[in-house]
């Protein structure tokens, strides 16, 4: 079965950069969340879309964004890259407005040097 | 954590015993999910249990959920050496949204 899908899962950026990450939802799933780990941390919510709008947002700093595009996938937007935004970023999808089973993506790992 | 705590945060056992982790969360909610975190890798969703809803059983996992204490506990019976990873537990926060909530987590190491 199809299963969400990151990318890149690995970016290396230097401090003041940006990045964007990608996030192709499960077929057919039409809301996306942002999750990120740090090492050694329990994931922490930062965005989600539900039919390409903004759902609920949680502990996402300023220099980010995101969107949803018209094919459902996401992209979060990074600047002023700092180093403790040094993570796994996750993504997950679900369908469906109702709280239900999430899943996950593989992440991304940044490092921001 | 945003939610509440995991316990015990480390946990080692002997392939074949049990392995109990207990999650408390602080806000009503309507349901509580399991995950599996292998090293640095996703997170695999194990089980969902429902508010209302006080067990659940999915193979070797065993899942209670007791509302009144706001708490919950994952078992595995029958650990294998495949076993050992980080177990979250993870919740909504009762209001409609979808987002989750993540326990700290804990570290399951199934000995051979």
């Known amino acids: 079965a199809a299963g969400v899908i990151q990318s890149p899962r690995h970016l290396i950026k230097e401090k003041r950069e940006t990045a964007t990450l990608k996030c192709y939802p499960i077929?057919?799933?039409?809301?996306v969340y942002w999750y990120q780990q740090g090492p050694g941390q329990d994931p922490q919510f930062l965005i989600s879309f539900y039919e390409k709008m903004q759902s609920d947002k949680g502990s996402i700093p300023d220099r980010f964004s995101a969107q949803q595009f018209s094919d459902y996938h996401s992209e979060l937007n990074m600047s002023s890259l700092e180093l403790g935004d040094s993570a796994l970023y996750f993504c997950?999808?679900?369908?469906?407005?109702?709280?239900?089973?999430?899943?996950f993506g593989p992440g991304t790992r940044l490092t921001v040097l | 954590s945003q939610q509440g705590e995991e316990d015990p945060q480390a946990l080692s056992i002997q392939e074949g015993e049990n392995a109990t982790m207990n999650c408390s969360y602080k806000t009503s909610i309507n349901n509580l999910q399991w995950y599996r975190q292998n090293s640095g890798r996703g997170l695999v969703h194990l089980i969902l249990?429902?508010?209302?809803?006080r067990e659940k059983h999915s193979g070797r996992l065993r899942v209670t959920l007791d509302t009144s204490k706001k708490s919950s506990s994952l078992l595995i019976t029958a650990s294998r050496a495949a076993d050992t990873a980080s177990y979250f537990c993870?919740?909504?926060?009762?209001?409609?949204?979808?987002?989750?909530?993540f326990g700290t987590g804990t570290r399951l190491t199934v000995i051979p």
């Open positions: 249990i429902r508010s209302n809803e």
């Open positions: 997950a999808s679900s369908y469906g407005t109702v709280t239900d089973t999430q899943y």
């Open positions: 993870a919740t909504d926060n009762g209001t409609g949204a979808n987002n989750l909530f």
């Open positions: 077929p057919r799933h039409d809301t």
